[in-house]
Structures are given as C-alpha cells and as structure tokens.
C-alpha cells in the first residue's frame, strides 16, 4: 500500500550521477549506536535511483537518534546538501493546516461541524446549497463531497488573477468562481482527496481570525516549535542555490532543475493544501510532536483535540496502481492517513506530500513513539519507491 500526498497540479509540474559526495549527519543521543550508518545507507539508496538529494530522521522517545542529509541541491552539479537545508513538504502541510484548525475550534471561533456557507457566506454569496453544507470535518477528511482536482480546478488555481490580490483575497475569489459547483458524496466511500477542500478551510481559518493562514502558520505552528527553517513556496531563496531545488521529469525522463519563481513550485493559492518547506531536523521536530501526542510541549493544542484529529473519520476506497501522491487505500483522519504496511505490526499514522518536483514522507507509530521523516528534492515513481524503501527499512531498524 502506498501512502497520501498532493495530486499532480498542472502538465508543466507532472513528473511522470553526482560528483563527490558531501553529506551532513547528526545524531543526538546514544540510541543510535544499535542502529545503521545512515548517511552511508542514504547514499547508496540515492544512487541506486539517480536522485539528487535525499534526507531522514528518526525520532524515538522524544529524541532524535539519527539524521542525515546526502547528495546535492542541483542534480549534476556539486551544492553539497548540508543537515540544516530545507526540502519542501508539499501535502504533509495539511496536518499543520488541521491542527490551525482545531485551535480555531478550542477558542471558539469555530465548531468541527461549522459550514461553509456559515462562515464564508457573506463573502461569497451565491454558493450551492451542497457547497454550503460542507462542514470544516468534512474538508479536513477529504469526505465533503468536493472532489479531486479537475481541469476547472487547476485552471483557477494558475489563473493570472494572482496578479491582482492579496492571497486571503485570491482564495476567496477561487471559491466565488467556483461556488455555483454542486457536490456529492460518492457511494461507497465519501473519500475523494481535495486540496481545494484545504484551501476552503484555510479561508475558514483565516476569516474567524482576521490573519493570513501563512502568518498563523509562523505565529502559532513554527515559532512554538522553534522550526527556524520552516516556510512557504520553493526551497532556495531567490537568485541563491541555498537549498535542494526541485527537478521537473521531462518526457524523455531528463531532470531539470527548477530554481526560482512561480515553476519552482505550485501557486500560493494552494497554501494551506500544501507548500511548506523546512529543514530535516525541523520536521522531525513536528513529527516527535505528533508522535508524542503533544504532550512533550508546547501545548498547541488540547490532547483531546490531537487526539480527533489523530482519529479515523473515513476509509479510503482501494485504487489499483495508483500513481504517486495519490491513496491506495487505508483510513483517513483530519490531515493523516492510517495505512498497515507489510512490515508493520499495526496501522501507522502516515501522509505523502509532493508538488511534483519534490517528495516527502513521514511514518509515525504513537504507540512505540517512533517518527520518521523522508525528503528528497526530486519527484515520480523513482523517487516515491526509494523513499518508501528508506522509510520501511529505518521503521524495521529501530524496532528491531
């Protein structure tokens, strides 16, 4: 079974060796000793897929015994990866996006069951009543009846409009052009992956609280947990190689590097569905969170709250080969997915995320509080299959 992870978002991101070897390793606490040598283990496996980059850490009990980062920030070119180089997330933001969320909800300022229409009615009139209804549960679960991205979809989400607008401004005038839309629940399973789902729910977040999702994002998510690396939209920052860049798979199979700019990365619009960047060691420091329930601090939220948004609220209907960033089958929470993997004992907390030039992947099994986190600057089969391998293999390591 594979895991969860953004869809392909527009043809011109659809995706689907190195000189020298520089690599940056850091391992905090004892506990590494039992187990492998990673940044060798990380090397061999980014080789054998012709990868430019490739990163991991492993977090158990609160700490993180091990972490790596290999490789090169530019596929053929010699910008060694160094430990603290931030990797783009893309889907694995929607966990951050569902913790805003219940925030939101233990202040009052919104109900799981809130609508829509309730919340965003006024500025956007003129919704279809099946639109309306939705509930911020819904849009969190993937079971609200708005479906998969669609042509209309990607074209509102790269509409030139973004010239014109703040973005809380162009996520609303998304869903005004949208909002004649009728939806439904599909039978069998109400599961159908949406990332517009998530940018409702950013909006929704973004209307009871009068602030950006981008700056809730760094007030109340990154800066309680001290992820000094963390941001939005492509890795480097403008006119600098200072991060591993994204690779865009030609037809022909070549990689090209993307650097800067709107290709290095989808539109802002998409925030809140997905366009996080951070550090290995950053994201291992969400993933411990996650991992110990929130109770190793801060108190983001309520270990009830984290506890419904760490539950199952749907099943994912079974799709036979799936491409990569999009579900097999398993359950789904509010921003995780729940898959039992092979060489597991049980379910493991899970999500992919991907914009189609990079590619991350985190595991985590709350009852060991054991994490781990995966990131590579490249995207496609390759790339999802040797991530994949890395995860199994260091979730087989340190439960030995």
Same mark, same amino acid.
């Given at each position: 079974?594979?895991?969860?992870?953004?869809?392909?978002?527009?043809?011109?991101?659809?995706?689907?060796?190195?000189?020298?070897?520089?690599?940056?390793?850091?391992?905090?606490?004892?506990?590494?000793?039992?187990?492998?040598?990673?940044?060798?283990?990380?090397?061999?496996?980014?080789?054998?897929?012709?990868?430019?980059?490739?990163?991991?850490?492993?977090?158990?009990?609160?700490?993180?015994?091990?972490?790596?980062?290999?490789?090169?920030?530019?596929?053929?070119?010699?910008?060694?990866?160094?430990?603290?180089?931030?990797?783009?997330?893309?889907?694995?933001?929607?966990?951050?996006?569902?913790?805003?969320?219940?925030?939101?909800?233990?202040?009052?300022?919104?109900?799981?069951?809130?609508? *829509?229409?309730? $919340?965003? /009615?006024?500025?956007?009139?003129?919704?279809?009543?099946?639109?309306?209804? +939705?509930? &911020? #549960?819904?849009?969190?679960?993937?079971?609200?009846?708005?479906?998969?991205?669609?042509?209309?979809?990607?074209?509102?989400?790269?509409?030139?409009?973004?010239?014109?607008?703040?973005?809380?401004?162009?996520?609303?005038?998304?869903?005004?052009?949208?909002?004649?839309?009728?939806?439904?629940?599909?039978?069998?399973?109400?599961?159908?992956?949406?990332?517009?789902?998530?940018?409702?729910?950013?909006?929704? *977040?973004?209307? $009871?609280? /009068?602030?950006?999702?981008?700056?809730?994002?760094?007030?109340?998510?990154? +800066?309680? &947990? #001290?992820?000094?690396?963390?941001?939005?939209?492509?890795?480097?920052?403008?006119?600098?190689?200072?991060?591993?860049?994204?690779?865009?798979?030609?037809?022909?199979?070549?990689?090209?590097?993307?650097?800067?700019?709107?290709?290095?990365?989808?539109?802002?619009?998409?925030?809140?569905?997905?366009?996080?960047?951070?550090?290995?060691?950053?994201?291992?420091?969400?993933?411990?969170?996650?991992?110990?329930?929130?109770?190793?601090?801060?108190?983001?939220?309520?270990?009830?709250?984290?506890?419904?948004?760490?539950?199952?609220?749907?099943?994912?209907?079974?799709?036979?080969?799936?491409?990569?960033?999009?579900?097999?089958?398993g359950d789904y929470g509010l921003g995780w997915g729940?898959?039992?993997?092979?060489?597991?004992?049980?379910?493991?907390?899970?999500?992919?995320?991907?914009?189609?030039?990079?590619?991350?992947?985190?595991?985590?099994?709350?009852?060991?509080?054991?994490?781990?986190?995966?990131?590579?600057?490249?995207?496609?089969?390759?790339?999802?299959?040797?991530?994949?391998?890395?995860?199994?293999?260091?979730?087989?390591?340190?439960?030995?």
């Amino acid at each position: 079974m594979t895991h969860l992870t953004a869809r392909t978002y527009h043809p011109k991101f659809a995706c689907l060796a190195l000189t020298g070897l520089v690599s940056a390793m850091l391992v905090l606490t004892p506990v590494a000793a039992k187990a492998l040598d990673l940044d060798s283990y990380l090397d061999t496996v980014r080789k054998d897929n012709g990868l430019p980059a490739l990163a991991a850490a492993v977090i158990e009990d609160g700490k993180v015994v091990a972490a790596a980062a290999v490789g090169t920030r530019v596929l053929g070119k010699d910008f060694p990866v160094t430990i603290d180089d931030r990797f783009h997330i893309g889907s694995n933001t929607k966990s951050m996006t569902a913790t805003l969320a219940g925030m939101m909800v233990e202040e009052g300022k919104l109900r799981w069951d809130s609508r *829509i229409g309730e $919340v965003l /009615g006024d500025d956007v009139k003129g919704m279809s009543a099946s639109l309306a209804n +939705a509930t &911020l #549960e819904q849009l969190l679960s993937h079971s609200s009846g708005i479906p998969t991205d669609d042509e209309e979809m990607i074209n509102l989400y790269f509409n030139t409009d973004a010239f014109e607008y703040n973005l809380s401004d162009l996520r609303l005038h998304l869903l005004d052009q949208w909002k004649e839309n009728e939806i439904s629940v599909p039978d069998g399973s109400p599961f159908q992956y949406s990332n517009l789902g998530y940018i409702i729910a950013g909006m929704m *977040i973004e209307k $009871v609280t /009068g602030t950006p999702w981008e700056q809730l994002m760094r007030e109340r998510i990154f +800066a309680p &947990l #001290e992820m000094q690396t963390a941001g939005f939209g492509a890795q480097a920052t403008y006119g600098l190689i200072d991060a591993p860049v994204g690779h865009r798979i030609e037809p022909d199979g070549s990689a090209t590097p993307m650097l800067w700019g709107p290709a290095a990365d989808m539109p802002p619009v998409l925030a809140p569905a997905g366009n996080v960047h951070m550090s290995i060691i950053d994201y291992a420091k969400w993933a411990d969170w996650n991992a110990g329930k929130g109770a190793r601090g801060p108190t983001l939220v309520s270990a009830e709250t984290l506890h419904h948004i760490q539950s199952v609220k749907v099943h994912t209907p079974v799709r036979d080969n799936p491409p990569p960033g999009t579900p097999s089958t398993g359950d789904y929470g509010l921003g995780w997915g729940f898959v039992t993997f092979d060489w597991a004992d049980g379910p493991i907390m899970t999500h992919n995320g991907s914009n189609s030039l990079n590619l991350a992947k985190i595991a985590i099994d709350p009852e060991r509080d054991l994490a781990i986190v995966v990131t590579t600057n490249f995207a496609g089969g390759k790339a999802d299959m040797a991530a994949g391998e890395v995860m199994q293999h260091l979730y087989e390591t340190y439960t030995k």
